[in-house]
């Protein structure tokens, strides 16, 4: 990311931080020579803060209310000074954060994050409250944009975000854990707690600033960072030399403009670069460091962001573990703890927990009791979990998961205005999420669409684009309810990193429409697989891109014409066949489509039983998986291309499964779901089935073969134990060719019957054992009687009661269309 203090940079302090004892002495006449130093009345004052840190922030706000400063510089990217008068319009609701992408390189993008409780939005706000200049100093975006790929400027992770680099992790200096280390700490977060949030509030005003007055702990903490830095130098992390170089000097021309009379509000970890106590450096040697830069062409905006986010080590010295509870530090009017209990409570009641307000009270006085025997100051994080653990959750770490997902990081999406700049695609993106009723959300939800309504059907459509575009909002689920082509069900979530898809997606257009057909266009002509462009054939369907579908059909008749490939063949028809029933469903012409789909089932017709032979085992199981979406393919083709043969298709399909079936030289599990096939749709009667499974499990056929056979003809979620439940006679000769293997070929023959039968529901695999634990029928004594009386299953057929049900049946397929 953009800025990374060390260690996530360092907050104001208070008396009592750092080994300084609060009751004066020694420590006093220090704190006199810091604030001397730090505000004498002839220099600016520079504000040392930790990003996002609620201390921090209340230090801020109370510094900037005492000095009234005449400007207000920020570390953060000159680019944004811009944006900042945004940050007063009350459709921006943080967190947010500035984001800048390169302008040719969208996906190369940087992000500065802040929080409500922010000591950067906290100056913001004051200085646009107090109509008092505002601006950013940090290194500009256009540089650390361009220089992110050198070493020892940044490293990049895998989401494209830039941070701060160079070095080995070790080399490099985390103040906040010198510090606790040094005041005999083991957890920095938790002296962090000690010294900063808590040592600055009282049970009753945590807002409460320290007795000795608002600039002593930016004295104090800069004493302390100038102390690390005369020890460790830049720490290892090499970019701040030249990031200071810059604040330095924006820092002199702001003095030259406003006089000494401003308030600089940094991480601080350069409040010595800033102040001179980690040296001087001159104008020239300052711009010798800047000179030479590598730049970029950059844009940038405002976007939303999340507490989740923040989370995440990224941005602004980000990384904190709770942001949730920070924020609530620093909204909290008085009593803090008592009020994260109080929302406890509420969330735990929302999930029909029995939390009472006893619960409540006896939580506040375990965590204060904590506290006091850990000689903590106030309750922090962990006294409060420990006693919401023991209190409303029984000892329990299930619903405190909940607890440290909702509250303790939390689910909070910022806002930004619609006067906030952006792509134009994103304009388009908003547009069509507001006119939809779509709006974006952080919490995972599932949106079931009827594509038989209009306003269903266009979000649909926008999902599908989007997907297109790779913009990842949604993601297509298998639905609760109707399995027709009429009903889709999509699982929504929206992250901040969309907003640089989208803004990676606008090279393609300024639409979603006209970016999705520009993109689908462009895949079309580099597409190597005819699979590749079957599925993007879909996808346009899908999408409704009525201008990219000619041009897919092209190259998928092109290429399908050049590929012999019975496999890319056999992979390629079940996404077309697909297609055609989604342009039943969105009223396009899929005429075109129809006869590329009738010409590769042709093909395949006449190509695949010459290629199912001398296969070995892992391309056997392959080709049985094309077997399988060919054969429902050819099912799924629309009787109304019955003039391009689909009819007659039907037909031919099933001579090829018989020649499938019955040749030796196809493999085992090819022949088994050929005949399986065949059965299900009754082109094979059940006498025949027994026949060929009989004498594919025959003494003279090799266990292994035997095995494999079983698998293709009952394996899978095909039903196929459902088949052997219902015909006793097929049990009966699986159960006798198993009970005749050899004991040395046993071994080899589990692996794969236990695949195969493990996939069966359970209380199928119930019934089945009760079968074999009985004695099934005789194998190969004549047909099963119906009237046998298997358990769990009625003495016969009563034809009846099945006819009952066939007029609600058939009102539901034709309802739907399924």
């Known amino acids: 990311m953009s800025d990374v203090e060390p260690g996530g940079s360092v907050r104001a302090g208070v008396p009592g931080e750092f080994g300084v004892p609060q009751d004066g002495g020694a420590a006093d006449t220090v704190t006199a020579r810091a604030v001397e130093r730090a505000w004498p009345g002839d220099g600016p004052l520079v504000l040392g803060v930790r990003h996002h840190g609620p ?4 230090a801020v706000r109370a510094a900037l209310e005492a000095t009234e400063p005449r400007a207000v510089l920020i570390e953060g990217p000159p680019e944004g000074d811009a944006l900042l008068p945004l940050a007063a319009d009350e459709g921006m609701v943080p967190p947010v954060a500035l984001l800048a992408h390169a302008v040719d390189d969208p996906g190369r993008a940087a992000f500065w994050p802040m929080a409500e409780f922010s000591p950067e939005w906290v100056a913001i706000r004051w ?11 940090d290194l500009p975006a256009t540089h650390s944009l361009a220089a992110a790929a050198d070493p020892s ?18 080399l490099r200096v985390d103040p906040i854990a010198v510090l606790a280390e040094t005041a005999g700490y083991d957890d920095p977060e938790r002296w962090w707690e000690d010294v900063i949030e808590h040592r600055g509030a009282t049970p009753s005003a945590p807002g409460a600033t320290s007795p000795a007055g608002p600039l002593t702990p930016f004295a104090v903490l800069g004493e302390a960072m100038a102390a690390l830095r005369e020890v460790y130098g830049h720490g290892g992390h090499d970019r701040d030399l030249v990031r200071e170089a810059h604040m330095r000097i924006q820092l002199r021309s702001a003095r030259k403009e406003f006089g000494d009379e401003i308030a600089v509000v940094c991480g601080a970890w350069h409040v010595p670069a800033l102040t001179g106590r980690a040296g001087k450096p001159t104008v020239t040697a300052d711009r010798a460091l800047l000179k030479g830069l590598s730049k970029v ?19 602004y010295g980000a990384g904190i573990e709770s942001p949730g509870w920070y924020a609530h530090l620093f909204s909290a009017p008085d009593r803090p703890v008592e009020r994260w ?9 929302d999930e029909d927990r029995i939390v009472s307000s ?30 919401i653990r023991a209190v409303m959750c029984e000892g329990s770490d299930v619903p405190l998961g909940l607890i440290q997902d909702r509250l303790i990081t939390g689910d909070v999406l910022g806002e930004v205005p619609e006067a906030a700049p952006a792509v134009p695609l994103q304009r388009d993106v908003t547009r069509l999420q507001r006119t939809l009723r779509l709006k974006p959300e952080l919490l995972e ?8 309504k209009e306003t ?48 990676e997606a606008g090279v393609w257009g300024t639409t979603v429409l006209s970016a999705a057909t520009a993109r689908a266009e462009s895949e079309s002509a580099s597409a190597t697989a005819l699979a590749e462009v079957t599925a993007l054939a879909e996808r346009c369907l899908l999408a409704e891109l009525p201008d990219a579908l000619p041009v897919v059909m092209k190259a998928l008749a092109d290429r399908a014409a050049l590929d012999a490939d019975v496999g890319h063949l056999a992979q390629a028809l079940p996404a077309l066949a697909r297609s055609l029933r989604y342009g039943d469903v969105r009223a396009t012409d899929t005429a075109a489509l129809g006869e590329v789909a009738a010409g590769l089932a042709e093909r395949i017709c006449v190509g695949l039983p010459p290629a199912c032979t001398g296969l070995d085992a892992d391309g056997a199981a392959e080709m049985r998986g094309h077997l399988d979406g060919v054969h429902t393919a050819i099912g799924l083709l629309p009787g109304a291309q019955a003039e391009a043969g689909a009819g007659e298709l039907a037909g031919r399909w099933a001579s090829v499964l018989r020649k499938l079936a019955a040749r030796d030289a196809v493999p085992g599990v090819i022949r088994g779901r050929a005949a399986r096939l065949l059965l299900d749709d009754g082109r094979l009667a059940e006498d025949e089935a027994a026949r060929l499974m009989g004498l594919a499990l025959s003494p003279g056929t090799p266990p292994a073969d035997a095995a494999a056979w079983i698998e293709g003809f009952v394996g899978g979620a095909s039903g196929g134990g459902m088949l052997l439940v219902h015909d006793e006679r097929l049990l009966g000769l699986v159960d006798a060719w198993l009970s005749s293997v050899p004991a040395d070929a046993f071994t080899d023959v589990l692996p794969l019957l236990r695949r195969t039968f493990s996939a069966y529901e359970p209380g199928v695999r119930r019934t089945l054992g009760e079968l074999v634990r009985r004695g099934p029928a005789a194998a190969g004594e004549g047909p099963v009687r119906r009237d046998a009386g298997v358990p769990g299953f009625g003495a016969g057929l009563d034809e009846e009661r099945a006819d009952a049900v066939l007029p609600v049946l058939r009102l539901i397929l034709e309802g739907d269309h399924v």
Do not use: C, N, Q
Request: charged letters at 30%.
């Open 55 to 58: 201390g921090s922030a209340r």
């Open 127 to 137: 200085a646009l409250a107090h109509d008092v200049p505002v601006r950013f100093i």
């Open 153 to 170: 400027w940044g490293d990049e992770d895998e989401e494209g975000e830039v941070h701060p680099g160079g070095g080995e992790a070790a």
């Open 297 to 315: 062409k950059t844009e940038m905006t405002w976007v939303p962001w999340t507490h989740r986010r923040l989370s995440r080590r990224s941005g």
């Open 341 to 349: 209990m109080t929302k406890v409570a509420g969330l735990l009641r």
């Open 358 to 387: 006893a619960h409540v009270i006896e939580a506040v006085r375990l965590a204060a009791t904590l506290a006091s025997m850990r000689g903590r100051p106030l309750a922090g994080l962990s006294e409060t979990t420990d006693a």
């Open 445 to 452: 939800r599932e949106v079931e669409l009827d594509l038989r």
């Open 456 to 503: 269903d059907a266009s979000r649909s459509r926008l999902l599908h684009r989007l997907r297109l575009l790779g913009v990842g909002w949604g993601s297509p689920v298998a639905g609760r309810g109707s399995t027709g082509t009429f009903r889709e069900t999509w699982r929504l979530r929206w992250e901040p990193e969309l907003y640089v898809k989208v803004a």
